[in-house]
C-alpha cells in the first residue's frame, strides 16, 4: 500500500500505516531523524541502514551466491513477494543475466494479512493473488522479499507453491532479515542481518515505487 504525503509518495505496509500516520513531519528524505515531539506524534527517530550503493552491492552479492549455490541457474526460478520482493527479484534476474547471460523467470506472490473477524482469529498471512508464467514442477524456487521477520509471510508463500506444484527444493533471499521469527524458517540468502527490538520498523523503499533505494530503521514507541 502507499500513499502520498505533500508531493512524496510514501510506502506503507500493514504494519507501517500507524508510523506513517502519526509522522507526516519526519518525511523519508531524511537519512537520520532526532526531534522532538510536536502536538499529537509520538517521538520517532529513523536512521538509514543501507544507501541505494549498499543495496546494489548487497543485490550483485546475492546473485552470485545464488549462482554458485545452485552451479548456474538452469534450474532456478525466482519468485518475488508483494510488494517489494517482486521488485528485488527483477533486480537480482537481470544481474544473473548478466553475470550468467542467463534468463531467470519471475513469478510473483501476493501474500496480505487475512482477518477474520467472526471467528477472532489473529491475522495471519494469506495467499490473495498469483502470477506464476513459468512450471515450478522440479525446479529451484526461490522465493525473494524485503524484509524478514516472524516468517508467516513465507510460511504462507510456501503453502502457496506446494499447492500449485511440487518444486525440487525451496530458497528464501531477503533483503534484511531482522530476527524474532516464530517459525522454524531460515533464509539462505541474506543481503543484511539486522538485529532490531520488536519495536523497532524496518522500512525498505525501492526506486521502482518509493522514488528512492533506501533501508531505514526506526523506534515505533
Ligand atoms: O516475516 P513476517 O512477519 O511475515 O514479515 C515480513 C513481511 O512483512 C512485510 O510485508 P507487509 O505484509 O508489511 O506488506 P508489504 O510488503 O506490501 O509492505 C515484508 O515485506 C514481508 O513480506
Ligand atoms: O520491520 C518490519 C517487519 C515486517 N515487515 C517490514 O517491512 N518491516
Redo the contacts with the bound molecule.
Sequence with gaps: ?SMTIGNTAV??????DFFYAVSKKSLINDQTIGRSKTAGEELLEEKEILDEKAIGRALTRLAHEVIERNEGVDSVVLVG?????IYLAKRLADRIKSIENKDVAVGELD???YRDDLKQKTDE?ELIGSILPMSIESKTVILV??????????RAAMDALMDVGRPQRIQLAVLIDRGHR?LPIRPDYIGKNVPTSKEEQIA?QLTEIDGMDTVTIRATS
Design positions: 500500500m510506502s506503507c505496509s500493514k504494519r507501517q513477494i508483494k510488494t517489494r520482493g501474500i496480505t494479512l498471512p522479499d524485503d524484509v524478514l521477520y516472524t516468517g508467516r509471510t513465507i516464530e525498505v
